[in-house]
């Protein structure tokens, strides 16, 4: 009986944090995914290319899909702001790349 107590007063606390577990674990095996597929980017365009190409392409890869996983997280018009912003950040990263030769 008391292992029982002891187990409902400790879910009793961690059911309040529930919400920023998940946020959590959607952060972490997002990213892991996010980064597979940068990889995947990666070696697809190192058979071709040199390294600089191929990393250049996996870190816009990698800018994209983590602004993607923050404005699914965010939702709503807070995901529709950092869309705009991730945007903007992106054509940065663009025009710097086709200036160095990408």
Same mark, same amino acid.
């Not at 107590?5 to 946020?23: P, T």
């Not at 892991?32 to 190409?53: C, D, N």
């Given at each position: ?16 944090? /529930?919400?920023? /577990?998940?946020?959590? #674990? ?8 996010? !980064?597979?597929?940068? !990889?995947?980017?990666?070696? !697809? ?36 702001? #950092?869309?705009?912003?991730?945007? /903007?950040? /992106?054509?940065?990263? #663009? !025009? ?7």
């Amino acid at each position: 009986m008391a292992f029982h107590q002891l187990y409902a007063a400790v879910w009793d606390k961690i059911v309040d944090y /529930i919400g920023y /577990i998940q946020v959590l #674990l959607a952060i972490a095996f997002g990213y892991l995914i996010v !980064s597979g597929i940068a !990889s995947f980017f990666y070696w !697809s365009m190192r058979a071709k290319y040199e390294h600089a190409t191929a990393a250049a392409v996996r870190n816009i890869v990698k800018i994209i899909g983590v602004g993607a996983l923050v404005a699914a997280i965010a939702g709503g018009a807070a995901g529709v702001a #950092l869309g705009g912003f991730i945007g /903007i950040v /992106i054509g940065f990263c #663009l !025009s710097a790349g086709f200036r160095a030769g990408f």
